[in-house]
């Protein structure tokens, strides 16, 4: 069983940076990919990007593309997405997901494995 723990949430402007860490309890951390989603109250979860288990694959949402960056630290097991030019409209709860798998996928119900969200919340 993997336990993951998202860290790095708050609240920014418009226009500012925040960098999200996700820590994995699983010492074959690196045998998984990795993914973060995100859900606005109202809403359903919502792929934002997603990096395969060496890091040589990464996929990212439209929406986030240019402005988010997603990388990896094996040895330190964690996944990181760095978020940059933030928008209102990116206000949400964050959540880091692992699949037991190396191969990365944008839809939620291939992983196995969610951290409980953190908060990003962007003024205008």
């Known amino acids: 069983q993997v336990q993951l723990v998202e860290s790095g949430g708050g609240l920014v402007q418009a226009g500012g940076s925040l960098r999200l860490s996700c820590a994995a309890s699983?010492?074959?951390?690196?045998?998984?990919?990795v993914g973060w989603f995100r859900q606005a109250p109202g809403k359903e979860r919502e792929f934002v990007a997603t990096?395969?288990?060496?890091?040589?694959?990464?996929y990212y949402a439209d929406s986030v593309k240019g402005r988010f960056t997603i990388s990896r630290d094996n040895a330190q097991k964690s996944v990181y997405l760095q978020m940059n030019s933030l928008k209102p409209e990116d206000t949400s709860l964050y959540f880091c997901?692992?699949?037991?798998?190396?191969?990365?996928?944008?839809?939620?119900?291939?992983?196995?494995?969610w951290g409980q969200g953190t908060q990003v919340s962007v003024s205008s």
């Open positions: 990096i395969n288990r060496s890091g040589g694959t990464i």
């Open positions: 699983e010492g074959t951390f690196d045998n998984y990919a």
């Open positions: 997901a692992a699949r037991n798998s190396p191969f990365a996928r944008t839809v939620a119900r291939d992983y196995d494995y």
